[in-house]
């Protein structure tokens, strides 16, 4: 009986871990970036290698928080620390470390600013930004 409640007790701790993990809010620097063919943010999209509506909300996110791809197409949400808004993005591209990005990057569509009440003449701000 003592061992049950035990194990109970480990996957209750587990899963608020899991919880409490998936709802950091990791601080950031927010970029805007263009998601279209001509745009400011190169080429097609690591994700899916292809162009994205900049009217969408989207993102792009620094090396070691792209993951490899393992966030392609999941859902961020991003906090503006100066309004105190937040908005949903989709992620759909890399925005590279390895190629001068910087590793604090959440590279958005002008939509995203747009929603959390930003110039993007500003160029960047700072934000926090989770797993939505």
Not at 53 to 80: H, K, P, Q, V
Request: proline letters at 2%.
């Amino acid at each position: 009986m003592a061992s049950s409640k035990l194990a109970v007790m480990a996957v209750l701790v587990l899963l608020l871990l899991v919880s409490a993990r998936s709802y950091e809010q990791i601080p950031a620097v927010m970029t805007v970036n263009g998601f279209q063919r001509g745009e400011s943010g190169g080429g097609p999209s690591e994700c899916d290698g292809k162009y994205h509506d900049d009217n969408l909300m989207l993102a792009a996110l620094s090396t070691g928080w792209y993951e490899g791809g393992i966030r392609c197409f999941r859902t961020i949400r991003i906090r503006s620390t100066q309004t105190g808004r937040t908005a949903l993005a989709q992620v759909v591209d890399e925005c590279d470390s390895t190629r001068g990005c910087r590793n604090n990057i959440v590279d958005t569509s002008k939509a995203v600013w747009a929603a959390l009440g930003l110039d993007t003449d500003v160029g960047e701000v700072p934000v926090t930004w989770s797993d939505a």
